[in-house]
């Protein structure tokens, strides 16, 4: 046989085992003890990969997908105070902007974790980036330490330099869960050579600010914020190029007022509905331009 030919075969031989699997309806007899078992295998659907979070809501790939973040999560606990843990609070956030999200409709919803798992840093946006979201979410609450007197939300997103030292101080906090886990996340790549990805990273800022100035107008009435509640810092878990991301410090675990509203029903739900109101006009807009 030719080298062409071996080569052709080395190429085609799993082609033709799964054309022959896909005649027979993806299974595969297994003869075991004198009964027939059946082995079935479950191909993942379209190009998505197997290990994706599910996905809620219109299962049509022309709605827009909200990939929503509870930050930390099972051996990173996040901030504590109050008597709660960071990602015991934001989970509970997490779960009511889903829910409030397919209530309303219009889009598809993801979660990066629906229980106590951990996930380490630069996996988040990686998620929603190879689901194609069209918004990332990313849920956290502050700390204060011992400095009492502290409270409200604010919204973070992307900057290349921090904008000011308490950003820059509260970039460290964050990225270090991720140092914890022995990850390196200052080694992400600033030498971003390609003009079209400098512009199209331009277009992600700007709709990435346009969302955080409506979460900061749809929840004013009903919302607490932190008197500057729109920040910019350099946050690893909203380094997803391609995809528009927002981080929501929902309040300070360290302020009794802000941990007890966020832990209760009335609360989430607040926070949920003024949120998904905002995703709702930023996508309304998106689809006028
Ligand atoms: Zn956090």
Redesign the pocket.
Known sequence: MSLRAQLWLVFLLPVAIMAGLYAFGLTIPVPHLGRDYVLRIDLPQGNEPVDLPTIYGPQDRSRPLVVIDA??GGKDP??SGSGRR?KTLVLGLALALKDALLDQGGVRVALTREDDTFLVLEERPEIARRMDADLFISI??DSAGEITGISGASIYTLSSQASDEAAARFAER?NNADRLNGVEVTGQSDAVSDILVQLSQRRVQQNSAEFAALIVREGRSTLKFHPQARRSAALAVLRAPDVPAVLYESGYITNPADAARLTSPEGQRAFAEALARAVRIYFARQTRE
Do not use: L, R
Request: aromatic share 0%; proline share 0%; no cysteine.
């Open positions: 930050g930390h996040g901030s960071e956290h609450a964050e």
